[in-house]
């Protein structure tokens, strides 16, 4: 059993992760083993999240005013919350993947951005490209204006090399 000033930390460090993070999903793990555990941190961790395991009235008191306190109707049963620091759509990919993996992990739900999402909604978050390959997909939107400009500049260019060309050689006959 915690002591009080134990509880109080707790309390605190998961407050500050509320008030810091746009992003968390809480999730359901009872029956989990260990190691099927760990393997899901380990996949959190290429993602830059984190997941904590913290006591349902510990969550509640943590998420008390923050916007995390729309989600304390889902602190129920063995919870786990996940603290996505970077991408979302990156960690509710992990999240889906390894729910079809371990069926004993189960997503309740989630906040992205201070909304509330379903389950739902991560499922379809969770099919979006990454960050990098949006940022790639823009990079690239950007690119082919200039592209395509360079290629009708080089095309007009041969092509009027191709005209002197052939006035050279009706004005030689």
Known sequence: MLSKETKQEVINQINER????????????????????????KDLRQTNSELKIVK??????AAEDTDA???SNLFVGSTAIAFCYEDSAATAKVFVKSAKE?????IKGGLLEGKVVSVDEIEKI??????????AQFMGLLNSPMSN?????????????????ALKEKKEK
Do not use: D, H, W
Request: glycine fraction near 4%.
């Open 18 to 41: 509320f008030k810091s993070n746009p992003s968390v999903f809480v999730l359901e793990f009872k029956g989990l083993t260990v190691k099927e555990l760990e393997n899901v941190r």
């Open 56 to 61: 349902n009235t510990l969550l509640k008191k």
């Open 69 to 71: 306190g729309q989600l």
């Open 102 to 106: 371990y069926e004993l992990l189960n």
């Open 126 to 135: 969770s099919k979006l490209p990454s960050r990098i390959e949006l940022i």
């Open 149 to 165: 400009f360079l290629y009708s500049l080089q095309n007009m260019q041969t092509k009027f090399l191709y005209a002197l060309e």
